[in-house]
């Protein structure tokens, strides 16, 4: 027998003798038969053993979880936003239970590209998720390679699954009558003032009554970690917005006893009981409405609305851009991924129209 290789035999209660094949006592099961006699090591379930035996836990070795752990401590990790810190937390436990124990040097092994797909693949059913698996596993990896602590990413340059083009993607009317239906009127709000502004999720939670302005609103996006002040124009249906916000806020507090009234937040959105949200929070209750409203659409596709609208009323490309906070850069590809262009042609059709019944 190969050194190391454990054969354990059973007879089932149905009468049929099975053998299992370990890599070594007390290690991961690799093969299993049925028959009276014991199993030949074939060169498969040696080369299985092998294989199983280079990720076996090593107590005096450093291994991933050690990695996990200086990386979390560092200042690579201390710098990213507080969201992409909670992404981490979430992901390095899930890390740890399925590599924490192997030692790094099985990482310089360009073979364990083999097990990360494996690991990766559980969640194939969800192609996102999958991907996030690997991204965060790789930045780890990259991290260890800059320390002198690895010398490959064997993650790296792992294929996407998830491959989606949002680029006509927006609300319908019904979708947003379906969610208004469903969410109360604190929700509402949220879908409302992305329409309006087409903010990222952070910034939707975070903007303060401070950046309202008379024709404007105002505000340092956190993407870029408030160096790019974004100027949006406030639309009719914005000042609605703002104003409905103020009315609902005064009438509740009018409804309640003294002792419970509570001042109107400093942030635009709040939640019920007029708090400000937290980005957690308002994606986990934004998300639920969603869901019991039966829309299978992305917060951010209501960006595309709010592109729209700007096209319609005629915005360059280079204005959209600065509203929404893009480097002049990225203009073409946020045309080409958020702009409802039918709409928009309809709408250079109408214009035309009118041109030439008024000449």
């Not at 965060?136 to 699954?161: E, Q, V, W, Y």
């Not at 019904?174 to 509402?188: G, N, T």
């Not at 404007?216 to 870029?224: A, E, H």
């Not at 639920?288 to 709010?306: P, S, W």
């Amino acid at each position: 027998m190969a050194a190391g290789i454990h054969i354990v035999t059973k007879r089932l209660a149905t009468g049929v003798k099975t053998h299992y094949v370990y890599a070594w006592r007390g290690g991961p099961k690799i093969h299993q038969s049925e028959g009276e006699r014991k199993p030949k090591l074939t060169a498969s379930i040696q080369t299985a053993a092998a294989d199983a035996r280079r990720t076996r836990p090593d107590p005096g070795a450093v291994c991933i979880r050690h990695l996990t752990e200086k990386f979390i401590g560092s200042g690579d990790y201390l710098r990213l936003k507080k969201a992409t810190q909670s992404h981490y937390r979430a992901w390095i436990p899930r890390i740890d239970e399925k590599f924490g124990d192997i030692p790094l040097t099985v990482f310089n092994d360009p073979r364990m590209r083999m097990h990360i797909l494996d690991w990766r693949d559980q969640w194939a059913a969800n192609p996102k998720k999958a991907d996030d698996a690997v991204r965060h596993l790789s930045r780890i990896l990259s991290f260890g390679i800059d320390k002198f602590m690895l010398d490959i990413n064997c993650s790296a340059r792992i294929p996407m699954l998830y491959e989606t083009d949002r680029s006509f993607i927006v609300w319908t009317k019904e979708d947003i009558e379906a969610f208004r239906h469903k969410a109360k009127e604190y929700l509402q709000d949220i879908i409302d003032l992305e329409s309006c502004t087409g903010l990222r999720r952070t910034d939707l939670a975070a903007i303060t009554w401070d950046s309202v302005g008379e024709h404007t609103l105002s505000w340092r996006t956190s993407k870029s970690n408030g160096k790019r002040l974004v100027i949006i124009p406030i639309l009719p249906e914005t000042r609605k917005l703002l104003g409905r916000i103020k009315a609902r806020h005064a009438a509740d507090m009018v409804r309640r006893p003294a002792s419970e009234r509570v001042p109107l937040p400093p942030t635009i959105l709040a939640t019920q009981s007029w708090r400000p949200w937290s980005v957690e929070g308002l994606s986990t209750m934004f998300s639920r409405a969603q869901i019991e409203a039966g829309i299978d659409k992305h917060l951010h596709d209501l960006r595309g609305n709010f592109v729209t609208r700007l096209a319609i009323a005629g915005l360059t490309s280079h204005e959209i851009a600065n509203i929404v906070g893009w480097s002049s850069k990225d203009v073409e590809e946020m045309m080409r991924r958020y702009i409802n262009r039918d709409v928009v042609a309809r709408s250079q059709a109408e214009r035309i129209a009118m041109v030439t019944i008024a000449g």
